[in-house]
C-alpha cells in the first residue's frame, strides 16, 4: 500500500516499497497558474534532498520543484513535455513529475502527513 507525504515546498511523493512518484500538489498548482512548460529529469540522475529536480513555466512565472529526498531518477512523465496543463488538471494523479528509488526511506520521516500539511497551508 502506498503512503504519501508532503513538503513545505508543496510536493507530494507516493511511497510503494523503494520507490517515490514525486509531484507538486493542488495548492502549488492553484498558485501557479496554466503550466506552458515543464522540465523533466533525466532518467539515472542521482538527485539529493534539496536539489532542483524540475522547472515547471507558468503563465506568471518559473519555479523550481525539488528533491524531497534522496534517490535516483527512474522514470520521468513524458506525457507532460506535449501536456503540461496535466498538472493543473491531476496535480495528485496523472500529472506527476517524476520516480525515483530511495537512497535513504528514513529521510520520510521529515515530511509531514496530508493533515499536517493542510494545517500547514491552512
Do not use: C
Not at 23 to 34: F, H, K, N, R, S
Request: hydrophobic share 40%; aromatic share 8%.
Amino acid at each position: 500500500m502506498a503512503t504519501t507525504y508532503y513538503t513545505e515546498d508543496h510536493e507530494w511523493l507516493r511511497v510503494e516499497g523503494d520507490v517515490a512518484t514525486v509531484g507538486i500538489t493542488d495548492y502549488a498548482q492553484e498558485q501557479l497558474g496554466d503550466l506552458v512548460f515543464v522540465e523533466l529529469p533525466e532518467t539515472g540522475k542521482s538527485l539529493s534532498k534539496g536539489d532542483t529536480a524540475v522547472v515547471v513555466e507558468s503563465v506568471k512565472a518559473a519555479s523550481d520543484v525539488y528533491a524531497p529526498v534522496d534517490g535516483e531518477v527512474t522514470e520521468a512523465n513524458e506525457t507532460l513535455s506535449s501536456d503540461p496543463a496535466l498538472v493543473n488538471s491531476a496535480a495528485t494523479g496523472d500529472g506527476w513529475l517524476w520516480k525515483m528509488k530511495l537512497s535513504d526511506k528514513s529521510q520520510l520521516d521529515g515530511l509531514m502527513d496530508e493533515a499536517a500539511y493542510n494545517a500547514h497551508i491552512g
